[in-house]
């Protein structure tokens, strides 16, 4: 009986240590990029806020910032974000939700407001199973034309936490195709590592790869790399300081390859982006 007694705390913290959850998940972040040529630089200051609260616990598969490839729990979210240019300025403000309901069907719906011009967004969708969910998605500038994306999205199980999960979307005119993908894996002894890989294939546009890679050390902090065909590199670093409060740390360096500055420039733009990021999970 007196092992009973004295066992019984120890396997209720290794419980709680095993699985963490989670209901509303809070980011700030504050980035820095400067934008350089061989005459001149440019700094480019952004701020963003995003909150989301779902409306059942979502639980953590180990790392306490890695959850399952597919969200089943309906939720709620909101954002703001503001830029700050050398002789201007701009900001956004978004409201948006995904309901799961009983009989499987999804649907979702938003809206952003970018400097008064507003960007709706709606989505229907059908959870086939836990691993496969399809989704038609609606997106218009006000007084524009509406565009459609269909999406699919399968989870692979690999173990009980493990997995390898697939995105696939396109438009309507089949003009752009999207590929991405994500591995998920228990390497022991409380360690994990994530691989992902994404491309792009447009009409009109040049074909567009990003690969990228997260190391694990503890549930707590990890490490991290991604590299993609414009040959922008960035590295960071993230740590929970306690279970629901974490930090981030990354730098880019690359090019200017979405072209914020290039088209007035005449091209050759080197990129260097800081960024420091606040994460609250409760």
Not at 131 to 157: G, I
Not at 195 to 206: E, G, I, L, M, P
Request: glycine letters at 8%; charged letters at 20%.
């Amino acid at each position: 009986m007196k092992f009973k007694i004295v066992a019984l705390p120890l396997i209720v913290c290794a419980a709680s240590a095993a699985a963490e959850s989670y209901q509303s998940i809070t980011n700030a972040q504050y980035t820095n990029n400067e934008f350089s040529t061989s005459d001149r630089s440019v700094d480019i200051d952004e701020f963003d806020l995003d909150t989301t609260y779902y409306f059942a616990p979502r639980e953590a598969l180990g790392p306490l910032k890695e959850f399952d490839y597919i969200n089943k729990i309906t939720k709620i979210s909101a954002g703001y974000s503001y830029l700050d240019f050398p002789d201007d300025d701009a900001n956004a403000v978004g409201v948006g939700g995904e309901y799961f309901a009983t009989n499987s069907f999804v649907v979702g719906g938003g809206i952003v407001n970018i400097d008064e011009t507003n960007l709706y967004n709606a989505s229907v969708g059908y959870l086939f199973s836990p691993n496969f969910l399809l989704s038609v998605e609606r997106t218009q500038w006000e007084d524009n034309d509406a565009d459609y994306l269909f999406n699919a999205r399968y989870n692979h199980q690999l173990s009980d936490s493990g997995y390898i999960g697939f995105d696939f979307s396109t438009d309507d005119d089949l003009e752009s195709r999207t590929l991405s993908s994500k591995l998920f894996k228990d390497l022991g002894g409380e360690t994990w590592i994530t691989a992902s890989a994404s491309f792009t294939s447009h009409d009109d546009f040049d074909d567009y790869w990003k690969l990228g890679t997260e190391y694990y050390f503890s549930r707590e902090t990890s490490v991290f790399a991604d590299y993609d065909r414009g040959e922008n590199f960035g590295v960071g670093v993230s740590h929970f300081f306690n279970r629901n409060i974490s930090g981030k740390l990354a730098y880019n360096t690359g090019s200017d390859t979405a072209g914020i500055v290039s088209y007035n420039a005449g091209g050759g733009v080197d990129v260097d982006t800081f960024l420091l990021g606040l994460t609250v999970q409760l």
